[in-house]
Structures are given as structure tokens and as C-alpha cells.
């Protein structure tokens, strides 16, 4: 299965350079944070600004509802003072005289004088239309007025328009859309008698400007024509702006009737018009039952978001930019301690070990180095000692060369010598060469560092023999050794010296008949041999000279192969933790005590020496 790039790209992630890895994580964790609050920003201040916009066209559009009932009221209270003229009643109800052909084009005249005065002193009435119970029309039409042709057969169509109007709301008045076909309002009421009301003249229609309306609007309210519909009581679209532009009286109609059923006064609800999201709010009139609906598009209500947005993106940018400004000289600066460091570890690499790293701070890189530096130095110790150890052992090895080389020479003069001692019947000579060419012999066979314990013990003997042919009684040897002491592996000539020593230093120059015990004994992977005397003993100062100091000078008779060797040998074998060490005082004997890992097969012995 091909597995998709964007894993390769994150396994290739693992191979970039700690600063490489803390700059993209830095920059990651950056655009994240800026994406969260920038969005969480944006989707709260779109919140609170269409709510609030929601709130403000709600108290608008009640607003403007109550100025739109006050003047409906008070143009309809303006029409009763025509309704009131005399002059006009008499001739509209044909009191005076019967309206004929003859003289109708006087009372025409007469009446569009009357209604010319009327509409003067009303710049939003843009016409005005009557017809009597008798069909007779009369007419004024403002000469200002965006459509005039203002005639008889338009008149007509006007007036019977209006009376199907009258009919249908069976009221005495009415508003509607402009029944001549302009972007006004009409108003149709009975010329009623104002003396006898339940009389009527005729029907009179009043066409108004629909800016007697949309003047109420402020200059910069959310409400204005181009989103406001008003439907008179029976549903007829009084005032359509660009939301019903276009469209014909029953298109407005369909519109509002898929608002569905009608919510109550202030209540608002997001529709689709014309293939766009719009917030509908709506206001019923309680005096004159219109419907007034607002359509604000969401993109217009939320226009102020935009600004506010490009604020949030262009803060969240320079942000962004700040940071990772401020993530680059951070990861360069945390990285260039590593790769000084770094460069310090190639100079030990190509075996610099006297380079020192220097920290630049307290931090964990700080501390890194300042480690860094510790081993270095302890390494550098450890190779050192290492050194001088390997040095000591390999002088040490040859002063036991040397030692075997001597004797090698020895070896056949004093073979020599034995057969002359038994060709004359001196058999005490014989057996004192016999024991001392043994010895020799041991030295000299090159069975290698190391040999049995028991096998150390053989050479102690035949040199214990020597020495006692030359002083006699003076001396006994007690030997003490458990079995697993006597199978276990020892440096060669490691317990000669110990007895020699006690026997020149320590027995020779006592009085006294002298007592050298040899104990060995293997416990818990520790072997433990001691020789001990009850000579004249030493004080400490003696002791420390005995391990470190040249000893040939001050102690004649000891040769290469004395006491301090036999220290160094064991530390060279198995480090600082063993070696030789003493209990002794003035008068009161020696007992010099050797401390060895206890092997008793060979491998082993190998695998304990460092």
C-alpha cells in the first residue's frame, strides 16, 4: 500500500535540526493561537453586532410604525376639511342644480379650482379624483407630478377601481397602491355628507407622494425604501422598495405570504429573499392594521463585521509576524549554545580532551555543559590513571623479568654446586642448594602470573627450609589454610616477601624465639592471607614508609621482589580496592594481611583482573 506524502513529510520531520523542529513548532502553536482567537473574535463581534443590529431595527421600525399611524391619521383628518367645503359639496352633490352637458364644464372648472387650492397647501398630494353618484368626474393633478395625462377615461378607470376597493373592505375608506399606475399611494374614501354621514356624494380619491411616508426614515437608518414593504390592512403592498421592485402587486403578495403565518409585532426571523439571506422584523398597526416588514440583507447587517474583521486579520498578521520574529531568534538562540557544544564534543571526538565548553546561561543547555566539562575532566583523569597504571604494571613486570633472568644464571652454577656437595657426603649443603634451586627453578619456568595458592605454599617452604638451616631454632613457622584457600589463584610471590620481611626485620633483631604464622582463608569472594610475627613490631610512620617509600636504602636485604611490589602487583592486578595492608605496633609483632578476589579456575582469575 503507497503510503500518502503527507506521512513521508512527517517521517522526514524527525531528520530536521532541533532548530528547524522548535521554529516550525513555534510557528504551528503561533498560527493556531492567532487562528483561535482571531475566529473566536470574529464569530463574538458578529454576534454582538447583529444582535445588537437586531435590537436597533426592532426599536426603528416601532418607531417609525407609530410616525406611520400619526400621519395616516393625519392626512385622513386632513381630508375631512375638503370633505367640509361647501362650495364643493354643493357641487359635487348636485344641490344646486342638476349637472348637464351644458354646464358641466363650468362646475368642472369651479371644482379643480377648489381642489387646486386644497392640494397646494399639500406637497405630498400629488392628484386628487371625485366621482358623484351621478358619474360625473372632476380631477386635479399636481403639474409637478412625475406622471401626468391626468383625462377623462383615466379618471374613470381611477374612480371605478377605487369603488371595487370600497366595496371589497366595505368601509368607508381605504388605502391602497396607486390606481393610476405610479409609485404613490392612494386613499379612496366617501364623499360622505358631513351634516348627515350616513348620506354619501360620490367617492373621492387622494393620491399621495409615498415620501409622505419614507420622509420619516432618518438619514443613516438601517431602514430606508430599498428594504421596507408596507401591506395595508388587506394585505395589498402600499409601499414596495427595491425588495419588490419589479415585481408586480401579486409577485409582493407571494413574497409576504411565504413569510407563513404572521408572527406578532417585533418579531424577528432570517429569510431568503430573492435568492438572498435577509432579517425580517415587522410591525402590525393596532389603529390601521398595516404591515409594516423590513428586509435588511445580512451582508448590509453585518457590514460593520467586515471592518472589524479586517482589524482582527491585519492585528493577527502583524502578530504573527512579531512572533515568529521573536520564535526565530529564540530557537537560533537556544540552538547555537547545542552546537557550540556540539563543536566541542568533535574536538574530544579527535581527542582534545583539555577543551572546556562555556555555558552561557543557567539553563539545562547551561548545565549541559558545565556536565560536559565534569566528564571531560574525569575522563581525562580516568586516562591519566589508566596510564600511570599501565606504566606501573609494566615495570613492575619487569623487575619480575629481571628477577628471572638472574637466576636463570644462578640456576646451573648451583646445580653445579649440588653434585659437588654430593660427590664430597655433604648432604646438609645438598639439601639447602636443592631447596634454594628450587626456588630458582619456580621463578624461572614461566607458567605464567599467576599459579595455585598450594603452589605458593610449596615456595614458601622450600625458602623457609633455607632459612632455617642458617638460623636454626630461632624461628617456627605455623601454617594455617582452609582447603578452598589452598585450590584458589594468586599472583606468583606475593607471601616470600611477607615472611622474608618478618623474618629480617622482625625476628632477627628480637631477642626472643620467634613465631611466623601464614593463614589463608576464602570467605564471600574475598580470599584473606596473613603472615604474622611477634618480632618488634613497627609504628605507622615505618608502615607507610614500607608502601611507598625506597625501601633498599633503608632496609638492606630487600630486594625488587620485596613488599611494596607485592602491593603494587596486587593493585595492578585488581585495582585500589585490594592490596596489602598492616596491624602493628612498638613490641607488640606485625601482621601484614593481603585482600585478592577468590578464584579457584583460571578463566575467572582473568575475568577479575581489571
Avoid at 426603528?60 to 410604525?65: A, L, M, R
Avoid at 386628487?128 to 383615466?154: D, H, Y
Avoid at 628477577?403 to 664430597?424: C, D, E, K, M, V
Avoid at 585450590?487 to 633483631?509: C, S, T, W
Wanted: glycine share 6%; with cysteine.
Amino acid at each position: 500500500m503507497r503510503i500518502p506524502e503527507r506521512f513521508h513529510l512527517m517521517r522526514r520531520m524527525k531528520d530536521f535540526r532541533i532548530r528547524t523542529k522548535i521554529l516550525l513548532s513555534n510557528i504551528f502553536i503561533i498560527l493556531l493561537l492567532a487562528l483561535a482567537i482571531g475566529s473566536v473574535a470574529t464569530l463574538a463581534s458578529r454576534h454582538y453586532i447583529e444582535a445588537n443590529t437586531r435590537e436597533l431595527s426592532l426599536n426603528v421600525i416601532d418607531q417609525f410604525s407609530k410616525n406611520v399611524d400619526n400621519r395616516v391619521e393625519e392626512f385622513v383628518n386632513a381630508t375631512v376639511f375638503l370633505l367640509n367645503d361647501k362650495p364643493l359639496s354643493q357641487i359635487i352633490s348636485e344641490r344646486t342644480g342638476a349637472l348637464t352637458d351644458s354646464n358641466y364644464p363650468s362646475a368642472y372648472t369651479r371644482v379643480s379650482n377648489l381642489l387646486f387650492q386644497y392640494g397646494s397647501n399639500n406637497p405630498y398630494l400629488n392628484a386628487i379624483t371625485i366621482r358623484n353618484n351621478n358619474g360625473r368626474l372632476f380631477w386635479w393633478e399636481r403639474p409637478s407630478a412625475a406622471q401626468r395625462g391626468m383625462n377623462t377615461t383615466v379618471a374613470r378607470q381611477i374612480a371605478d377601481r377605487a369603488a371595487a376597493k370600497l366595496d371589497a373592505a366595505d368601509k368607508g375608506i381605504v388605502w391602497s397602491a396607486s390606481l393610476r399606475g405610479t409609485d404613490e399611494v392612494a386613499l379612496t374614501r366617501s364623499y360622505i355628507d358631513i351634516n348627515q354621514v350616513n348620506n354619501d356624494f360620490g367617492i373621492i380619491v387622494f393620491h399621495l407622494d409615498r415620501d409622505y411616508f419614507m420622509k420619516l426614515l432618518s438619514d443613516g437608518s438601517i431602514i430606508h425604501t430599498d428594504n421596507l414593504v408596507i401591506l395595508s390592512g388587506q394585505g395589498d403592498p402600499l409601499i414596495a422598495g427595491k425588495i419588490g421592485s419589479g415585481q408586480s402587486a401579486q409577485e409582493v403578495r407571494e413574497l409576504v405570504a411565504n413569510i407563513g403565518e404572521r408572527p406578532a409585532s417585533g418579531v424577528e426571523r432570517v429569510m431568503r429573499v430573492n435568492g438572498e439571506k435577509a432579517l425580517l422584523t415587522q410591525y402590525q398597526s393596532v389603529d390601521t392594521g398595516w404591515n409594516i416588514l423590513c428586509f435588511i440583507p445580512l451582508n448590509r447587517l453585518l457590514a460593520g463585521t467586515r471592518v472589524l474583521e479586517t482589524i482582527i486579520i491585519a492585528v493577527c498578521i502583524l502578530f504573527i509576524f512579531i512572533a515568529v520574529i521573536v520564535a526565530f531568534w529564540f530557537s537560533v538562540g537556544t540552538t547555537r549554545d547545542i552546537k557550540l557544544l556540539e563543536r566541542t564534543m568533535r574536538r574530544v571526538e579527535d581527542g582534545d580532551f583539555n577543551v572546556k565548553a562555556v555555558p552561557r546561561g543557567r539553563d539545562e543547555i547551561g548545565m549541559l555543559a558545565v556536565r560536559f566539562n565534569m566528564m571531560v575532566s574525569r575522563i581525562n583523569e580516568l586516562i591519566t590513571n589508566v596510564s600511570d597504571e599501565r606504566l606501573a604494571k609494566q615495570q613492575a613486570e619487569y623487575s619480575v623479568l629481571l628477577a628471572q633472568i638472574n637466576p636463570h644464571f644462578l640456576y646451573n652454577t648451583l646445580g653445579t654446586i649440588r653434585w659437588f656437595s654430593h660427590s664430597r657426603g655433604q648432604s646438609e649443603i645438598e639439601r639447602m642448594i636443592s631447596a634454594l634451586t628450587g626456588l630458582l627453578k619456580s621463578s624461572i619456568r614461566g607458567a605464567g602470573e599467576f599459579h595455585r595458592f598450594s603452589e605458593e605454599m610449596d615456595d614458601v617452604r622450600k625458602y623457609i627450609h633455607i632459612q632455617k638451616i642458617g638460623y636454626g631454632d630461632a624461628f617456627e613457622v605455623e601454617y594455617e589454610a582452609d582447603p578452598n584457600a589452598m585450590d584458589g589463584f594468586v599472583p606468583r610471590f606475593i607471601v616470600q616477601p611477607l615472611v622474608e620481611n618478618a623474618i629480617m626485620h622482625g625476628l632477627e633483631m628480637s631477642k626472643e624465639t620467634g613465631l611466623i604464622r601464614i593463614l589463608a582463608s576464602a570467605e564471600k569472594g574475598i580470599m584473606r592471607i596473613v603472615v604474622e610475627d611477634n618480632g618488634i613490631g613497627m609504628d605507622p610512620a615505618q608502615v607507610s614508609e614500607l608502601l611507598t617509600s625506597d625501601r633498599e636504602k633503608r632496609y638492606p636485604g630487600l630486594n625488587s621482589i620485596g613488599v611494596r611490589n607485592v602491593h603494587e602487583r596486587i593493585q595492578s592486578f585488581y585495582g585500589d580496592r585490594y592490596g596489602l595492608s598492616f596491624e602493628t605496633a612498638k613490641g607488640a609483632g606485625t601482621k601484614a594481611m593481603i585482600h585478592i578476589p577468590y578464584s579457584n579456575r583460571q578463566e575467572e582469575v582473568k575475568r577479575d583482573v581489571v
